[in-house]
Each structure stands twice: as C-alpha cells, then as structure tokens.
C-alpha cells in the first residue's frame, strides 16, 4: 500500500497570505489527523477529520482549519499567515483497528 | 504539567550495542495507548511500536520492544543491536481514550549511533 502522501512539501509564504496544504491518506483509512512541529513547541495536535466531519480539534486559533473530502483526502487551510506559522506540518492517517496513525512526510512552511 | 516526559535530550551509543530510551507519562485515563514514533532529518515521522494500557505484555517488533511499567507510568523503548540507520530523534506519545484520537507528544531524544 502507498503511504501518506502531502504535498507540497516546501512552501515559502509572506505575513498575511493564506495557504493550503493538501494530505492524501492511506488507501482505505477513514482518519486523517494534522500536526504542527516547531522547534519551540515541538509536535502539537491540529484536527482530526473523519468521514468529512472534524472530530477533535486542538488548541489552536480559527486562522487554521481543514476539511475532508469524500475521498478522505484532505486538506488544511491556514489565513493571514504570521511568522510564528513557519514549521512543519504533519498529516497522519489513522488505522482504526490497530489504533495507529501512520504520517506522511511532511510540508515545511517558512513564512517571511 | 507534561504529559509525557522525555527526560534525555541526547544519546550516544556505538553500533550493535543496546539503547534504553526512556519516557514517563501522566494520565488518569484508565485506557491510552502508548507509541514510540522515529523521526529521521527528513522529517518524517515513522511509527515503531503501541502498546495499549491493559495489555499485560510489553510489545515487541524486531529489534524494538517497549519496557512499559504501568505502576510506575513509564514506557521506554529498547532498541537492540543498533544500527548507524537508528541515528535520528525519538518521540513517545500517548493517545488517551477521553481525549479522541489526538496524540500528545514529548519533546524527543536525539540518539546518535556510532561506528
């Protein structure tokens, strides 16, 4: 089975410009969940989608959001992009049997 | 307070020896789940082992195995016979039943394998 696909995998955005990130899962898995990495606060829980409906969602303001598709593909939005935004961001997909989520490869975002 | 406490920033360990890495966790859910996830400079994060909280066996897949202690909250990954490929960052991170699926996770051990 392919894994996790993200892409794109780099993007470089300036203060105040939106972004789309964009997640396929694996074939099969139901359970897309999105993670932000950054040095200073390391590995932070986003959202968790599930046949198109956000299931859990973390501690973060509504600049960020998401949606998924009927296909399970997913995407992540992020609005007037500040500096403190610039990391990487993680999409898992999620076994429900086994209870794993296996991640992709990641997008970094730098914003200027 | 941490969830999830990794107590060691870096490791060091010559090739084919074993390496203890250690992580301790908070919780009153009754039922988690426990992973330990690799993470390479590439970024990617690769999924090594679970084990669930009622399990009564520690977990193992190949040369990982995972030395949970419930009483003692702590779940620390053993890798055997390292290889120069097990040079990256380590995360352990918990799922708890209450919580959804969200995964809270440490900060991470950076372990380097030498020749």
């Known amino acids: 089975k392919a894994g996790v696909t993200q892409t794109p995998r780099y993007l470089i955005k300036t203060r105040g410009q939106q972004v789309t990130l964009s997640c396929s899962p694996i074939?099969?898995?139901?359970?897309v969940s999105w993670y932000q990495q950054t040095p200073g606060q390391g590995l932070q829980f986003l959202f968790e989608?599930?046949?198109?409906?956000?299931?859990n969602k973390g501690n973060f303001p509504g600049r960020f959001s998401g949606r998924q598709f009927s296909n399970s593909r997913s995407e992540m939005n992020v609005s007037t992009l500040e500096l403190g935004d610039s990391a990487l961001y993680l999409c898992?997909?999620?076994?429900?049997?086994?209870?794993?989520?296996?991640f992709g490869p990641g997008t970094r975002l730098t914003v200027l | 307070a941490q969830k999830i406490t990794q107590t060691q920033p870096g490791m060091f360990v010559q090739e084919k020896e074993a390496v203890t890495l250690d992580c301790t966790y908070d919780?009153?859910?009754?039922?988690?789940?426990l992973f330990w996830y690799k993470q390479p400079s590439s970024g990617e994060m690769i999924f090594l082992i679970y084990?669930?909280?009622?399990?009564?066996q520690n977990a193992t897949e190949g040369r990982y195995s995972l030395n949970f202690q419930k009483a003692r909250k702590s779940a620390n990954l053993v890798i055997s016979a390292s290889q120069l490929g097990d040079s990256a960052m380590y995360f352990c991170?918990?799922?708890?039943?209450?919580?959804?699926?969200?995964?809270?996770f440490g900060k991470g051990t950076t372990l380097s394998v030498s020749s």
């Open positions: 898992a997909s999620r076994e429900v049997v086994t209870d794993t989520q296996y």
């Open positions: 074939s099969g898995h139901r359970s």
């Open positions: 989608y599930f046949s198109e409906t956000q299931r």
């Open positions: 919780t009153s859910d009754p039922s988690y789940g």
């Open positions: 084990q669930g909280s009622y399990d009564q």
């Open positions: 991170a918990m799922r708890e039943d209450q919580a959804g699926t969200a995964l809270i």
